[in-house]
């Protein structure tokens, strides 16, 4: 990197050259579909099946071999949640948003009533709600940036929102720019990730609608197992986006094992491709996940010219039907498993007490 680009970088940080860049911060995507309503009945049904309960969420209920009960809308589930995550060191959650009627709204309105949610920062992904009707639309873009302003919610670069976007068909850019432009009026500057598929290409798409940086939300893949998929996205994801030299928050994946889905369809997903798909990648162990965060952490120390943001972001906190999480599953005796979140707690650990100066970073 350039020494003048460089020092751009560390003043957007609001670093000097010289100091010690602050490490990365990290955060977990939450699909909050275990709270009630229509959402969990499909998904208790993709876990019925006893060969998928060793990845129920730890607060479910079997009820026999190919039934299950999950109940995780109460504030004792997220308050203890919180204290998991908290432990575990991880510094922020970024919430799929959705209308707030919709029960997919009730975990991120009752992290927003806990008592402990100071131990953790939120964020959101804006999604379904930029779907919402035209009659509901001005009051959910008046959510959204009043979310913004809340004051647990996740920084970056000096005060600005953080503030990831998805959508799985046709992304509604006109309703985003509806919402930035309402976020501008409130003396607000988001940073906007797109999470897209391809780096360099959605770059070029989204960078003159103000998006400031892409990323992903997570790869998918027929691998046979979990280390290959996790080089899938460090080549195709990290690397494409440090070679085109674009804007980029790492994603780090806990897998992508659709099975579930695949055997109890959701009604959302009727027609996806994975359905003809015969091989998923394994089981990822807990020890194998700190790897790829640890490499993740790495990337973004070794390219702050790309990674500004100075954040890594976890597919997923609970995808749990989709093979996806960090979350405490419901153990063989009962109790919670919290093997990933241990080893996701020693890296961080071992980073933040590793540093570095900033000076000395962002050699390739």
């Known amino acids: 990197m350039h020494a003048l680009t460089f020092n751009l970088v560390l003043c957007a940080c609001g670093v000097a050259a010289g100091d010690v860049l602050p490490a990365p911060t990290v955060g977990a995507i939450r699909w909050d579909a275990w709270t009630g309503g229509p959402a969990t009945e499909q998904v208790e049904r993709t876990l019925g099946p006893s060969q998928y309960h060793d990845r129920l969420p730890w607060f479910a209920e079997v009820l026999d071999d190919n039934r ?3 109940k995780g809308g109460r504030q004792e589930v997220m308050d203890r ?10 510094e922020y959650w970024a919430f799929l948003l959705y209308p707030r009627s919709n029960s997919m709204s009730t975990a991120l309105a009752q ?44 920084t970056v670069l000096n005060h600005r929102p953080l503030v990831y ?12 720019a509806e919402f930035l432009t309402a976020a501008h009026d409130a003396g607000l500057n988001p940073y906007c ?6 780096p360099k290409a959605d770059f070029a798409q989204v960078s003159a609608r103000e998006f400031d940086a892409v990323s992903a939300y997570a790869r998918g893949g027929s691998e046979a197992c979990f280390a290959d998929l996790a080089k899938s996205v460090e080549e195709h994801y990290w690397r494409a986006a440090a070679g085109a030299q674009v804007p980029y928050v790492p994603l780090v994946t806990t897998g992508w094992d659709k099975r579930p889905r695949k055997d109890n369809p959701v009604s959302w997903e009727q027609h996806a491709a994975y359905h003809q798909q015969d091989q ?37 906190w609970n995808e749990y039907d989709e093979g996806g999480w960090l979350a405490p599953t419901r153990g063989a005796d009962g109790d919670p498993d919290t093997s990933r979140l241990d080893a996701v707690q020693r890296v961080l650990t071992y980073q933040r007490t590793t540093t570095q100066p900033a000076d000395t970073r962002g050699q390739p």
């Open 280 to 316: 998923f990648p394994s089981r990822a162990a807990p020890g194998e996940i700190a790897a790829h965060l640890q490499r993740a952490l790495g990337f973004v120390r070794s390219h702050p010219d790309i990674c500004i943001a100075n954040t890594v972001i976890i597919y997923a």
């Open 165 to 176: 976007a998805f959508m799985g068909h046709l992304f509604p850019f006109e309703r985003f």
């Open 68 to 70: 299950v009960r999950i």
């Open 193 to 198: 990730v797109f999470m897209g598929w391809d």
């Open 111 to 154: 992290y927003l009533s806990s008592p402990d949610r100071r131990h953790i920062r939120f964020c959101v992904i804006l999604h379904n709600t930029l779907n919402a009707s035209p009659e509901q639309w001005p009051q959910e873009r008046e959510r959204a940036v009043a979310l913004l302003r809340r004051p647990e919610y996740q």
């Open 81 to 90: 949640e919180i204290r998991f995550a908290a432990n575990a060191g991880l």
